[in-house]
């Protein structure tokens, strides 16, 4: 049978981590936008720039690390044919 079969632990912990991820490269996105939009602060406009086009920066460089650790960690959970516990080759 040539059906996947994962490891429930690794599998659910891949999820999580990829949703925690997320969530901060978009907070992170969040706050460069903000600090890019907002006219009315004390900050000089150019270093609000520079820092809301560097926590944009970090947001994207995030974001795609938790899509490859994503994979990454999916592709660990698979249980490989050689580790079935109840594999009908074995059997006779």
Not at 8 to 32: C, E, H, N
Not at 58 to 85: L, P, V
């Amino acid at each position: 049978m040539n059906t996947l079969k994962f490891d429930a632990v690794k599998r659910q912990k891949a999820k999580i981590s990829a949703v925690l991820r997320v969530i901060v490269a978009v907070y992170l996105g969040y706050l460069g936008i903000k600090l890019v939009t907002n006219k009315e602060t004390t900050m000089d406009m150019a270093t609000a720039w520079t820092f809301g086009a560097l926590f944009m920066l970090a947001a994207i460089i995030i974001a795609g690390y938790s899509i490859y650790r994503f994979y990454s960690d999916f592709t660990a959970a698979h249980i490989r044919k050689g580790n079935f516990d109840d594999d009908d080759s074995t059997k006779e």
